[in-house]
C-alpha cells in the first residue's frame, strides 16, 4: 500500500505555504491542479510520484512528491520532499537603458529631493 497525506497537510510540510489554513485556502481556489487534474478540496490525497501545480507569487511552480512527510521540519528536510520540475527563473538585475549598473548614491547623503528623483526618473526612462 503506498503511502498517502492530505494535499493541504503536505503543501504546509514541504514549506511552500507558512500555515495549513493558507494551503487549504490555496486548494479550496481551484488554482491547485494534482496530475493535471484541478483540485477544490483539501482533503484529496498525494502520494509518491504525482505532480503539483500552482501558483505561488508571481510563478507557477511545478513540483513532483518524492515523500509524503511526516512532519513540518527544516528547510533542507523539506526539499527533500519535493523535486522541482520548473524552478523558478533567476531574479533579473534592474537595467538601465545602456545596458550598465543603475544610478548609485552616495552612502550617508540621506533621501533624493523632488528635483534628484525626477532626474533619476529621466535618466531611467520611467518618466512621462
Keep these: ?58 510563478h507557477i511552480r511545478v513540483i513532483k512528491v518524492l515523500a509524503p512527510g511526516n512532519r513540518r521540519g527544516p528547510a533542507p528536510e523539506a526539499r527533500l520532499l519535493y523535486e522541482d520540475l520548473e524552478p523558478p527563473p533567476e531574479r533579473q538585475r534592474i537595467a538601465t537603458p545602456e545596458g550598465g549598473q543603475p544610478p548609485q548614491r552616495e552612502p550617508g547623503s540621506g533621501r533624493p529631493t523632488k528635483r534628484e528623483r525626477r532626474a533619476l526618473d529621466d535618466l531611467m526612462g520611467d518618466g512621462d
Design 1 to 58: 500500500m503506498t503511502e498517502t497525506i492530505r494535499i493541504d497537510k503536505w503543501l504546509w510540510f514541504a514549506r511552500f505555504l507558512k500555515s495549513r489554513s493558507l494551503a487549504t485556502a490555496l486548494v479550496a481556489s481551484g488554482r491547485l491542479r494534482l496530475n493535471g487534474q484541478p483540485m477544490a478540496k483539501a482533503h484529496y490525497a498525494v502520494k509518491v510520484g504525482d505532480v503539483l501545480t500552482f501558483p505561488l507569487g508571481p
